[in-house]
């Protein structure tokens, strides 16, 4: 059983726009908002990493870049250049999406080449690393081999998705990558998580971190709820189970 204050749940929050319309002034008022919730990180395009450092240099707020966005189907190469240039603009976390192609093709020697290669990357630069699986297109199987892959290589997040796809993040593949990973890397849910109750699901589901452009108002509906029951606190229940392998 775990237990949360409000501002401990905002601190759980990657807050969202990927928009590819999405303007400077979009970007600022994104950071603005981060800061008025004390969200953990705002999730951005590579390109706007600069804007958002220059807002948010001066707080406890990450700037959270994706790379290879949201298709993954971009060279290994490719994405340690974008990564190393979204770091010289002031990111300090990275969301990169895997090779799905990779995993379709069964090469899953590429898929941990990839990782490795973008972890060490980023871990070298004390910069936290997310890895996108991108769930709606892979079977249970895939994901939990590439999930056993990321409990060898330890990058700090294995992600659910982009919110790019047919689908986003559902429970049970939650429950599949904490029960795959354990306590060795934690799990971010992201995609179509949209009020909250789908908030507090994916962390009973073993998520550590939420994406969502709907951070505002979920956070709003638990302050509510919780000024409504006289809490200063909410606590969750954990149902993944560890692999013991």
Known sequence: MLEYTLN??????????LHAFASDADMVQLCDEAKEYHFRMVAINQVQSKVCYNELKDTDIDIGAAISFPLGQTTVESKLFDIKNALENGANEIDYVINITEVKNGNF??????????????????????????????????????????????????????????SGAKIADVKLMKEVVGDTVSVKAAGGIRNSDDFLAMIAAGADRIGTSSGIKIIAA??????????????????YQKNMK
């Open 109 to 166: 020697a590429y898929v941990k080449d990839e990782m490795e290669r973008i972890v060490k990357l980023c871990h070298d630069n004390s910069v936290l690393i997310k890895v996108i699986f991108e769930n709606t297109y892979l079977t249970k199987d895939e994901i939990r081999h590439v999930a056993e892959i990321a409990k060898e290589v330890k990058p700090d997040f294995i992600k659910t998705s982009t919110g790019f796809g047919p």
């Open 8 to 17: 401990e749940l905002e601190r759980l929050v990657d807050h969202t726009n």
């Open 222 to 239: 638990i302050k509510q709820r919780m000024e409504f029951d006289h809490v200063s606190s909410i606590k969750i229940d954990r149902k």
